[in-house]
């Protein structure tokens, strides 16, 4: 594993460590539909959309001296032109998969309150993002695996709404100030990403693939999270609320892509 | 509140605007489709020039032969055809209920297929003899000693993950004279298997070929030369090797052609692979359909490009259909003379 990626790796988990070994925070899972177009000419030049339940996600976070948090996200997709058809192949008979695009988001962040100091609660911070996207693309005979990953310095604001003693709306908005960015070839593979496999271990594989990355800043790639939750306390201990997050990808190169995520989540949260 | 709504407001222009920011996809009739398929081939099939393919003349010939009443089959059949002069093994058209289009008119017409056959060779084995995963036909490989010689044997059906066994083959038959490693119909795979597992049989390292790949549109975009070699680990095995091909191995498995074919005690016996060797992409049309092309330039250790040639045998022979209805493997049977 490159070194670059063991020191961040170590920071995210220190961070998160250290996060959730404290009290008072909030332990929030989520889950529900998540509504994805995307469209990656790397691989194809049509736009692929799906509606999924497989979305869902762990956030811990806790908001005393500031506001910390750390996130898992997980969404899978499976997304084709057609419904999947057969065909025939010599004296026998094939079937056509749809694509199957697969996503993972981790991140440790710490902001801080500013302005004044009043029940909007205003704050502004950073955070460390690990995307990882795994996508298999099908097209009858063949299949190629593709991935886009990015590991990116954020800075986020996040604001609070009171809406009465029980329940709030928050909303956040993050951007990545610059990027770690490691995607697909210009047609799907070449002998760099032959030669990334060589080792045939996924872990080494992988590691591979992220060092062939590069900095990317948003001239390259532009990434805008956008968070609406609404959050009403149950008891002392649990909460209950609703989320949309919606996320936009454009990455140009070596070929455009564009990658457009709307997620509606169900939350429960328990304070610790 | 007023601040609210004006947050409100810019999200919703943002949110509405980003699909808007999609490239306009091609659309789904027939002569969008053909558009597509022409220009992607246009823009990233690389073997063109080896091919003797004049692209724009078949564009000539077969785009005036869709308008937009142009049927489904009446399209793929247009289609085939326009592609059918490339005879690339790689080149592949599927569609709905139809027979997969090949490319290359041997795996098409399934030219001189019957001439290898797994249970014939299954008895030259003496009793024993492994077969990966599955007893059928598509076992991914099949190993043992032949028969009354002193001679082991070892067929991979393809090249992936079943090339981890060849140290196991190795070590198991380490006494032997010599080794016959069976390529013939081998459908490829991942060629790096073999480069990554062929350590005992190489002596030092030996280059093998490069490749470059299309990264533009332009007709002289490519990344740069990749050199591919192989490398010596393990004990070397310093025995004579036969490696059997025909017309049916292709892709990885004529990379790993191409391997053995740089080490000194190997003889290449049977006859010229496809020809089909550079590195594949899928692709989709806007009707569901599928299609595959090459998208590499790969040039042998001799500085050759056999892309639509194949490797040729150093020894060809040939079975007949009479020999293998009889029982009889003539390639095999040449092999074991060689290497025992």
């Known amino acids: 594993?490159?070194?670059?990626?063991k020191l961040i790796t170590l920071f995210i988990?220190?961070?998160?460590?250290?996060?959730?070994s404290q009290t008072g925070g909030v332990l929030q899972v989520s889950v529900g539909p998540s509504f994805l177009t995307r469209q990656d000419l790397v691989f194809s030049p049509f736009i692929h959309s799906d509606f999924s339940l497989l979305n869902g996600g762990l956030e811990?976070?806790?908001?005393?001296?500031?506001?910390?948090?750390?996130?898992?996200?997980?969404?899978?997709?499976?997304t084709g032109l057609q419904t999947p058809y057969d065909y025939v192949l010599d004296d026998t008979f094939g079937t056509s998969y749809p694509h199957d695009f697969t996503f993972v988001q981790i991140a440790y962040g710490h902001g801080f309150s500013i302005g004044k100091r009043d029940t909007l609660q205003p704050t502004l911070g950073f955070s460390?993002?690990?995307?990882?996207?795994?996508?298999?693309?099908q097209y009858g005979l063949f299949s190629f695996f593709g991935y886009y990953s990015t590991t990116a310095l954020n800075i986020w604001y996040r604001q609070t709404l009171p809406l009465g003693t029980k329940s709030r709306l928050i909303g956040m908005v993050e951007v990545p100030i610059v990027s770690w960015l490691t995607r697909s070839p210009y047609l799907v593979n070449d002998d760099e990403f032959i030669e990334n496999t060589y080792s045939h271990k996924g872990v080494e594989t992988f590691f591979k693939y992220l060092e062939d990355g590069h900095i990317a800043t948003w001239d390259e790639i532009q990434r805008l999270d956008l968070?609406?939750?609404?959050?009403?306390?149950?008891?002392?201990?649990?909460?209950?609320?609703?989320?949309?997050?919606?996320?936009?990808?454009?990455?140009?190169?070596?070929?455009?892509?564009?990658?457009?995520?709307?997620?509606?989540?169900?939350?429960?949260?328990?304070?610790? | 509140m007023k601040t609210y709504s004006i947050v409100f407001i810019l999200l919703s222009l943002i949110l509405s605007s980003c699909t808007t920011l999609l490239v306009e996809a091609p659309a789904n009739n027939p002569e969008a489709i053909f558009e597509n398929l022409w220009n992607t081939f246009d823009e990233e099939y690389a073997v063109f020039e080896e091919r003797s393919i004049d692209w724009d003349a078949q564009y000539n010939t077969y785009r005036p032969q869709v308008d937009a009443l142009t049927s489904d089959?009446?399209?793929?059949?247009?289609?085939?055809?326009?592609?059918?002069?490339?005879?690339?093994?790689?080149?592949?058209?599927?569609?709905?209920?139809?027979?997969?289009?090949?490319g290359n008119k041997i795996r098409r017409e399934k030219i001189d297929d019957a001439l290898f056959n797994i249970d014939v060779i299954k008895t030259y084995l003496e009793p024993g003899f492994e077969v990966g995963d599955d007893n059928t036909d598509q076992a991914p490989y099949i190993f043992g000693k032949v028969k009354d010689e002193n001679v082991a044997y070892i067929y991979f059906r393809y090249v992936g993950d079943n090339f981890i066994v060849l140290n196991d083959f190795l070590e198991k038959y380490k006494d032997v004279n010599g080794y016959i490693i069976d390529l013939r119909h081998n459908d490829g795979g991942d060629f790096t298997y073999c480069y990554s597992e062929i350590g005992r049989l190489v002596d030092e390292e030996r280059y093998v070929f490069r490749s470059k790949t299309k990264n533009g549109k332009g007709d002289n975009d490519y990344t740069e030369w990749h050199r591919w070699s192989v490398f010596p680990e393990g004990a070397y095995v310093d025995k004579p090797i036969a490696v059997l091909?025909?017309?049916?191995?292709?892709?990885?498995?004529?990379?790993?052609?191409?391997?053995?074919?740089?080490l000194p005690n190997v003889t290449i016996m049977g006859d010229t692979t496809n020809g089909a060797h550079a590195t594949l992409v899928g692709r989709e049309l806007a009707n569901g359909w599928f299609y595959s092309l090459v998208i590499q330039k790969v040039e042998v250790a001799d500085g050759e490009s056999y892309e639509g040639i194949g490797i040729a045998p150093d020894v060809l022979v040939k079975n007949t259909i009479d020999e293998i209805s009889n029982g009889v493997d003539q390639v095999l049977e040449n092999a074991v003379e060689l290497v025992k």
Do not use: C
């Open chain 1, 1 to 5: 594993m490159p070194t670059k990626f």
């Open chain 1, 13 to 20: 988990f220190i961070g998160s460590i250290q996060l959730m």
């Open chain 1, 60 to 78: 811990y976070q806790k908001s005393k001296r500031g506001h910390q948090f750390f996130r898992l996200n997980y969404a899978g997709f499976e």
């Open chain 1, 128 to 137: 460390l993002q690990m995307d990882v996207q795994a996508m298999t693309y």
């Open chain 1, 227 to 272: 968070g609406l939750q609404y959050q009403y306390d149950l008891s002392r201990k649990w909460i209950l609320g609703a989320a949309y997050k919606f996320s936009f990808i454009h990455a140009s190169k070596p070929r455009d892509l564009y990658s457009i995520q709307n997620n509606f989540n169900l939350t429960l949260g328990i304070k610790l």
């Open chain 2, 73 to 102: 089959d009446e399209l793929f059949s247009i289609l085939t055809e326009m592609l059918t002069p490339f005879d690339d093994g790689h080149i592949t058209l599927t569609a709905p209920g139809k027979q997969v289009f090949f």
């Open chain 2, 245 to 262: 091909t025909d017309r049916y191995t292709i892709s990885a498995g004529e990379r790993a052609v191409m391997a053995f074919d740089v």
